[in-house]
């Protein structure tokens, strides 16, 4: 049975396959890229209003840094965030995460890496390789900034902690929510 082409796939909304429910696109990442170029994986992040960072002292085409969504921890909430690296730099995926996203911190975590199936030269790194590539968002510690806000409680101003690996490119907002998979 052939299906009429304006019902198989809208890429700004949900699935339509004929004689089923519709399937939302994910309320964290929907349609994120596996990598790509760095003008089109920024193009995302601007598209979706979200704050994202450069690797201080690289050239911006070698890391982007984006912030997804603000995720309550302990008695605060923080960022977390997608990292796409240079595939010159993926292999050192976890080098990057300790120096530039955990400001020098050494964070050891066994299954972050890079996902497979980017077209490059940008990859997506995931926390976790085991996980759906739009749930691999990762904990970062961010410079504070006027320009990198809560979308769904703008009078709360994250305070930023000191941390001069990473500097803005693009400000914007990002929700505070608890994804559905914790």
């Not at 049975?1 to 198989?8: A, D, S, T, V």
């Not at 969504?69 to 302990?74: E, H, I, N, S, T």
């Not at 595939?87 to 972050?112: F, H, I, K, M, R």
């Given at each position: 049975?052939?299906?009429?082409?304006?019902?198989?796939?809208?890429?700004?909304?949900?699935v339509?396959?004929?004689?089923?429910?519709?399937v939302?696109?994910?309320?964290?990442?929907?349609?994120?890229?596996?990598?790509?170029?760095?003008?089109?994986?920024?193009?995302?992040?601007?598209?979706?209003?979200?704050?994202?960072?450069?690797?201080?002292?690289?050239?911006?085409?070698?890391?982007?840094?984006?912030?997804e969504?603000?995720?309550?921890?302990?008695i605060?909430?923080?960022?977390?965030?997608?990292?796409?690296?240079?595939?010159?730099?993926?292999?050192?995926?976890?080098?990057?995460?300790?120096?530039?996203?955990?400001?020098?911190?050494?964070?050891?975590?066994?299954?972050?890496?890079?996902?497979?199936?980017?077209?490059g030269?940008?990859?997506?790194?995931?926390?976790?390789?085991?996980?759906?590539?739009?749930?691999?968002?990762?904990?970062?510690?961010?410079?504070?900034?006027?320009?990198?806000?809560?979308?769904?409680?703008?009078?709360?101003?994250?305070?930023?902690?000191?941390?001069?690996?990473?500097?803005?490119?693009?400000f914007?907002?990002?929700?505070?929510?608890e994804?559905?998979?914790?």
């Open positions: 049975m052939r299906l009429p082409p304006n019902k198989l796939v809208n890429p700004n909304g949900p339509k396959v004929h004689g089923l429910k519709p939302p696109p994910p309320l964290v990442g929907p349609f994120l890229p596996l990598g790509g170029d760095y003008a089109d994986v920024l193009a995302y992040f601007v598209e979706r209003g979200r704050p994202t960072y450069q690797f201080t002292g690289m050239p911006v085409t070698k890391a982007l840094v984006a912030i969504l603000w995720a309550p921890v302990a605060t909430i923080l960022p977390f965030v997608y990292l796409f690296l240079d595939a010159s730099l993926a292999s050192q995926s976890w080098y990057y995460v300790s120096v530039y996203l955990n400001n020098g911190e050494q964070v050891d975590n066994p299954s972050t890496g890079a996902v497979t199936g980017s077209p030269p940008m990859t997506l790194i995931s926390n976790d390789l085991t996980l759906p590539p739009n749930e691999g968002i990762m904990l970062a510690s961010i410079p504070s900034s006027q320009g990198c806000t809560v979308s769904n409680d703008p009078g709360y101003t994250f305070p930023g902690l000191a941390n001069s690996m990473l500097q803005q490119v693009t914007g907002s990002a929700p505070a929510l994804p559905s998979w914790w």
